[in-house]
């Protein structure tokens, strides 16, 4: 019912930057929590950042200071801004709505490579 496209991943050096947007269709997006997840080769899924309906963010300490996470309740988009990118970001970058703690409906996701 809920669907989630990532787009903007590419390949960067490292101390570069990157946008990444994550369009979410379906209803009710402006009270939805959302969260941007990574997944690199041989790892688990792991949380990167969170907004909530309310624009509060969470952050994973790896980004703290590094990526920033916004949304714009008109166009059902959420972004990722990720500056000062290292190579241990490499991954695919996905996102979701979080409900009761539990990210739901994931998309395709959007590789970022980083090279040294």
């Known amino acids: 019912q809920v669907q989630f496209v990532e787009s903007g991943g590419g390949l960067v050096q490292a101390g570069g930057s990157l946008r990444l947007s994550c369009a979410v269709s379906g209803s009710s997006f402006s009270i939805k929590t959302i969260g941007w997840y990574r997944q690199a080769p041989g790892k688990q899924r792991e949380v990167v950042a969170v907004i909530g309906s309310d624009g509060f963010t969470n952050y994973a300490d790896s980004v703290k200071g590094r990526f920033t996470i916004s949304r714009d309740n008109a166009k059902n988009t959420v972004y990722l801004q990720m500056n000062s990118l290292k190579p241990e970001d490499t991954a695919v970058y996905y996102c979701?709505?979080?409900?009761?703690?539990?990210?739901?409906?994931w998309g395709q996701g959007t590789q970022v490579s980083v090279s040294s």
């Open positions: 979701s709505e979080i409900r009761l703690g539990i990210p739901r409906a």
